[in-house]
């Protein structure tokens, strides 16, 4: 069937009972869960780009690839075969076969931009509008839930910091999340501002070609270098062991390393830096200066520590085809970039690695019985439903474990709960404060000292409250919830059912 078949008429409204907003990771978990746990529910995923992968989709930039093992960054449900640190193409090539495998590509409508949600109390439903094709012709649909898979970030462009002059720049300036497509980079000196994960992949793929990468960080990262294989997994598959069983178990060692990993960060934080800066060491010689570009001031895991398989990062930069310069930028010129202490760099082409810009909601307009909902008054239920937004639920993921995670979660509760009306004879959910949560303190959706990204600085006031104690809290702990998500009593009356 074509695209143009799967639109519904434009002036018609189609009812759903649940609508998945987002073909991403975490839209084709909510499909795959709603379809197994519920499978009398009729629904739709609604995509706002041409084809599934989300992020994956949108990110076309040299070297893309995840610095999550696709262990735990796949689906609990979908073994993962190859290599654990996994290229866009490879996550985008693993979601099609989940997609054919348990026939989801049906459920999705591609093209469709939601751009506001209503929901009415009088019919106990979510009205939604999306906009259809370059034209913007609407789409009416309705839904008793809505399922928000759309992410968390602004994938129209990544975020830029205003620097003086840019415009004076003579050469190209990219922003990795738009990326031209087959930008020629051969034999040019580049310089690449930022030195996160997206900038750790980029360094050494387009080190080959270029004449030169520089990358220029304000400040440094925490790197973990260490080779792209499991040993564990290779040796299941040289036993022939079924790939479920080797998923599960390379998995379950995986989680127990990254909370051993977790928990040192906290216990013994100086004993972690010590054997990330030793690795680092290891690759980049004892002439290397590390502590200038490659030792941070914060402790380590408060922003996500950059994996770098096999080393690349480092090994582009003992070859001489990479650099780093630590040092903040005074003015862009014609040329390149002045730096605070008076260096200038010079460049062809200017990379901006800086970053995306939050996007709450998905930038849909919501409404609830004709009033305008600002989020940022609402308290979270355990980071997945909100105090006064009846009948929906937002897939958040984890920042320092994988995403898919939580996915997972979520998706297991979001369907416990819906069936658990369904038997209650319950149509409408909305998270409320009982008398006892009344008083409690207004807390930032992320604690800012346990993590502290950009985009979320930038943003935080725009995002929901959590309070002090569950169920409004915003754990950000996969180890917590694994067992505090699946036991969540329905009926402790911060749930209102009617
Ligand atoms: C470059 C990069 C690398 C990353 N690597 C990792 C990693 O290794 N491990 C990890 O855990 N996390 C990683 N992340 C975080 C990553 O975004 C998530 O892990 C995960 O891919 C998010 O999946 P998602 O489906 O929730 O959201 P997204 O991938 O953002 O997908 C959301 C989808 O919703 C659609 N959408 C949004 N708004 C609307 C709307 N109004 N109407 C219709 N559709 C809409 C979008 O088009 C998109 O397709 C990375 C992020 C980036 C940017």
């Given at each position: 069937?074509?695209?143009?078949?799967?639109?519904?008429?434009?002036?018609?409204?189609?009812h759903?009972?649940?609508?998945?907003?987002?073909?991403?990771?975490?839209?084709?978990?909510?499909?795959?869960?709603?379809?197994?746990?519920?499978?009398?529910?009729?629904?739709?995923v609604l995509?706002?780009?041409q084809?599934?992968?989300?992020?994956?989709?949108?990110?076309?930039?040299?070297?893309?690839?995840?610095?999550?093992?696709?262990?735990?960054?796949?689906?609990?449900?979908?073994?993962?075969?190859?290599?654990?640190?996994?290229?866009?193409?490879?996550?985008?090539?693993?979601?099609?076969?989940?997609?054919?495998?348990?026939?989801?590509?049906?459920?999705?409508?591609?093209?469709?931009?939601?751009?506001?949600?209503?929901?009415?109390?009088?019919?106990?439903?979510?009205?939604?509008?999306?906009?259809?094709?370059?034209?913007?012709?609407?789409?009416?649909?309705?839904?008793?839930?809505?399922?928000?898979?759309?992410?968390?970030?602004?994938?129209?462009?990544?975020?830029?910091?205003?620097w003086?002059?840019?415009?004076?720049?003579?050469?190209?300036?990219?922003?990795?999340?738009?990326?031209?497509?087959?930008?020629?980079?051969?034999?040019?000196?580049?310089?690449?501002?930022?030195?996160?994960?997206?900038?750790?992949?980029?360094?050494?793929?387009?080190?080959?070609?270029?004449?030169?990468?520089?990358?220029?960080?304000?400040?440094?990262?925490?790197?973990?270098?260490?080779?792209?294989?499991?040993?564990?997994?290779?040796?299941?598959?040289?036993?022939?062991?079924?790939?479920?069983?080797?998923?599960?178990?390379?998995?379950?060692?995986?989680?127990?390393e990254?909370?051993?990993?977790?928990?040192?960060?906290?216990?013994?934080?100086?004993?972690?830096?010590?054997?990330?800066?030793?690795?680092a060491?290891?690759?980049?010689?004892?002439?290397?200066?590390?502590?200038?570009?490659?030792?941070?001031?914060?402790?380590?895991?408060?922003?996500?520590?950059?994996?770098v398989?096999?080393?690349?990062?480092?090994?582009?930069?003992?070859?001489?085809?990479a650099?780093?310069?630590?040092?903040?930028?005074?003015?862009?010129t014609?040329?390149?970039?002045?730096?605070?202490?008076?260096?200038?760099?010079?460049?062809?082409?200017?990379?901006?690695?800086?970053?995306?810009?939050?996007?709450?909601?998905?930038?849909?307009?919501?409404?609830i019985?004709?009033?305008?909902?600002?989020?940022?008054?609402?308290?979270?239920?355990?980071?997945?439903?909100?105090?006064?937004?009846?009948?929906?639920?937002?897939?958040?993921?984890?920042?320092?474990?994988?995403?898919?995670?939580?996915?997972?979660?979520?998706?297991?509760?979001?369907?416990?709960?819906?069936?658990?009306?369904?038997?209650?004879?319950?149509?409408?959910?909305?998270?409320?404060?009982r008398?006892?949560?009344?008083?409690?303190?207004?807390?930032p959706?992320?604690?800012?000292d346990?993590?502290?990204?950009?985009?979320?600085?930038?943003?935080?006031?725009?995002?929901?409250?959590?309070?002090?104690?569950?169920?409004?809290?915003?754990?950000?702990?996969?180890?917590?919830?694994?067992?505090?998500?699946?036991?969540?009593?329905?009926?402790?009356?911060?749930?209102?059912?009617?």
């Amino acid at each position: 069937m074509n695209q143009s078949e799967t639109q519904p008429n434009a002036s018609a409204t189609e009812h759903f009972d649940v609508i998945i907003i987002g073909a991403g990771i975490s839209g084709i978990d909510a499909a795959y869960h709603l379809k197994k746990q519920c499978p009398t529910k009729r629904f739709a995923v609604l995509e706002n780009q041409q084809s599934y992968g989300g992020t994956w989709l949108t990110h076309k930039y040299p070297g893309i690839r995840s610095d999550s093992d696709l262990f735990t960054f796949g689906y609990k449900w979908k073994p993962w075969t190859s290599a654990p640190i996994a290229s866009a193409e490879e996550i985008l090539s693993y979601l099609d076969s989940a997609l054919d495998e348990e026939a989801l590509r049906q459920y999705i409508r591609f093209g469709q931009t939601v751009v506001k949600a209503s929901w009415n109390s009088d019919n106990k439903c979510w009205q939604i509008t999306s906009k259809v094709g370059a034209d913007g012709q609407q789409s009416h649909f309705s839904c008793n839930f809505l399922w928000m898979c759309q992410g968390y970030y602004q994938h129209k462009k990544g975020y830029t910091p205003d620097w003086p002059n840019m415009d004076q720049f003579e050469g190209d300036i990219i922003h990795p999340q738009t990326w031209p497509e087959g930008y020629n980079y051969t034999d040019k000196d580049i310089l690449v501002i930022g030195s996160g994960a997206t900038a750790a992949t980029l360094v050494p793929a387009i080190a080959e070609k270029s004449a030169h990468v520089t990358m220029l960080q304000r400040s440094p990262t925490y790197f973990f270098p260490a080779p792209n294989r499991n040993e564990l997994a290779d040796t299941l598959r040289e036993l022939d062991i079924p790939d479920a069983w080797t998923h599960e178990i390379v998995r379950k060692k995986i989680l127990l390393e990254q909370q051993q990993l977790t928990e040192r960060c906290v216990t013994d934080p100086e004993s972690v830096r010590v054997e990330l800066l030793t690795a680092a060491r290891e690759y980049l010689g004892d002439d290397y200066d590390i502590d200038t570009h490659f030792t941070p001031s914060y402790r380590p895991w408060r922003q996500r520590l950059a994996f770098v398989p096999d080393g690349d990062l480092f090994k582009g930069i003992k070859a001489g085809k990479a650099s780093v310069v630590t040092d903040e930028i005074d003015t862009f010129t014609s040329a390149g970039v002045k730096l605070k202490s008076g260096r200038e760099l010079r460049a062809d082409t200017i990379i901006t690695a800086t970053g995306f810009d939050l996007s709450v909601l998905g930038d849909i307009e919501f409404v609830i019985d004709g009033k305008s909902l600002d989020f940022a008054d609402t308290w979270t239920y355990r980071g997945i439903m909100y105090s006064g937004i009846p009948n929906m639920a937002w897939v958040f993921g984890y920042f320092r474990a994988s995403w898919t995670l939580r996915a997972d979660l979520i998706s297991e509760f979001v369907c416990r709960l819906l069936s658990f009306m369904d038997a209650n004879k319950s149509t409408v959910v909305t998270p409320c404060l009982r008398p006892q949560d009344q008083d409690m303190p207004a807390l930032p959706f992320v604690d800012a000292d346990n993590f502290n990204p950009g985009y979320l600085a930038r943003s935080m006031h725009l995002l929901p409250k959590q309070g002090d104690h569950a169920p409004w809290v915003f754990k950000q702990d996969f180890y917590a919830e694994q067992t505090d998500i699946p036991a969540a009593d329905l009926q402790d009356g911060s749930l209102l059912y009617e």
